[in-house]
């Protein structure tokens, strides 16, 4: 009697074990997002492991998608298995809101007396907006400024960045060098890389778009066209140099590496410079100038899908990792900059010797996003890479380019 007695609590023990591994398993977040580099990855985990402190009743799971990341998002959004919170990039949010797959957050946001939606930067927010919901709040921004090598200014006479793109083209064409007497260039003004991301900027600032308030293309423009003809222009003339010609990555290597004195990045690349390439003095300088003071703003939403068994506890997590002590936890290194006001207010980056240029960029950054299928950025890509690789002629490229893309346009 005994012996049955004891084989039943401890099966009644083993099921109740189970129940609740399963339970917790159940009210577990899965968060997932992809990662830049190892610094990223810290900070993620660094972000989620003071979450869990704060509010240790919850769990989260960390899920890192490490490449294709928006097609695996949409795939598991359509077999309805999307983690519970996840980054959306700005310039794709667009297919998502049509849609109908993300959760409005306008609800959670109004009963939450300590979440205070206007203190974001207004155009960060209105990125994940549609018809006045809300679906998707911004984590960070970054945009593009110019960081450059102050050693090497200084040793070619240099001493402030270049200020337009006359000063662009000139201060490369000085920077570049032949620094070891060999008879080749191991010294370039500036890396670049051919990539729309990096020309869009130049287009801005050239007056022009990629598409106009009603949605249709405008690259076959003179302004987008004088703007690539000028970006293309400073490899064409030997004074840039691309990644791939130097057997490297990224431009920020060829930057690190000190194979060039300019490159055009982001706020991420701030702790990458102090990780890895600790030797480069650098300095950071707004665009240069083109007809207009332009760059690029990125930003990223965490969202939920509609579809979610957790909605109080993904509103926790989002609410956390977006309100001032989340956002100042993942903004402190630098790695990307804060869309609350409060909060670049309390890390003083207003007055920051490096930061100052990047919260001074929200003036005049505009963010990119396309009304289109993500195939427009492959297409962009292929047609930039022919331009460079092969010398595809400009005007016939775009106008081809333009061509191939108007029959993704997503409809309303």
Not at 273 to 281: A, E, P, R, S, T
Not at 329 to 355: C, F
Request: charged letters at 25%.
């Amino acid at each position: 009697m005994v012996k049955n007695t004891l084989k039943y609590i401890l099966l009644a023990s083993s099921l109740a074990l189970i129940t609740s591994c399963v339970k917790d398993k159940a009210n577990t977040i899965r968060f997932s997002s992809w990662q830049s580099n190892p610094s990223e990855k810290r900070l993620t985990d660094s972000l989620l492991h003071c979450f869990v402190i704060r509010y240790p009743e919850y769990k989260v799971k960390f899920e890192l998608i490490p490449g294709n990341y928006s097609e695996k998002i949409q795939l598991m959004l359509g077999t309805h298995s999307a983690p519970q919170v996840f980054y959306i990039k700005d310039f794709v949010a667009p297919s998502y809101l049509r849609y109908d797959v993300l959760q409005p957050l306008d609800e959670y946001i109004d009963k939450d007396t300590t979440f205070d939606k206007d203190d974001f930067y207004p155009q960060f927010l209105n990125a994940f907006t549609k018809n006045g919901k809300i679906y998707g709040l911004p984590k960070d921004f970054g945009c593009f400024v110019l960081f450059y090598n102050e050693d090497m200014f200084k040793a070619t006479g240099l001493s402030d960045p270049p200020k337009d793109w006359a000063e662009l083209e000139e201060f490369s064409r000085k920077l570049t060098k032949d620094t070891n007497g060999d008879g080749k260039i191991d010294q370039y003004g500036i890396v670049i890389e051919p990539s729309i991301d990096k020309l869009i900027p130049f287009v801005f600032q050239n007056m022009g778009s990629f598409q106009d308030k009603d949605g249709n293309l405008t690259l076959n423009t003179p302004e987008f066209q004088g703007a690539l003809e000028y970006y293309y222009g400073l490899y064409k003339k030997n004074i840039a140099i691309i990644p791939s010609e130097v057997s490297m990555n990224n431009t920020e290597e060829v930057f690190g590496r000190k194979r060039a004195a300019m490159v055009i990045s982001g706020g991420w690349f701030v702790p990458q410079l102090k990780d890895q390439y600790k030797d480069v003095n650098y300095k950071v300088a707004y665009l240069p100038k083109g007809k207009q003071m332009a760059t690029i703003a990125f930003t990223v939403s965490y969202s939920s899908p509609k579809e979610n068994p957790l909605k109080e506890e993904s509103w926790k997590l989002l609410s956390y990792l977006t309100g001032k002590e989340g956002m100042k936890v993942w903004t402190s290194t630098g790695i990307a900059m804060p869309t609350r006001k409060s909060v670049a207010a309390q890390l003083d980056y207003i007055n920051h010797p490096e930061y100052k240029f990047f919260m001074g960029s929200v003036d005049f950054a505009k963010i990119f996003q396309v009304d289109y299928n993500e195939r427009w950025y492959s297409i962009t890509q292929s047609a930039m890479q022919a331009i460079f690789y092969e010398k595809a002629d400009i005007p016939q490229k775009l106008k081809q380019m333009e061509n191939d893309i108007k029959s993704l346009r997503i409809k309303n």
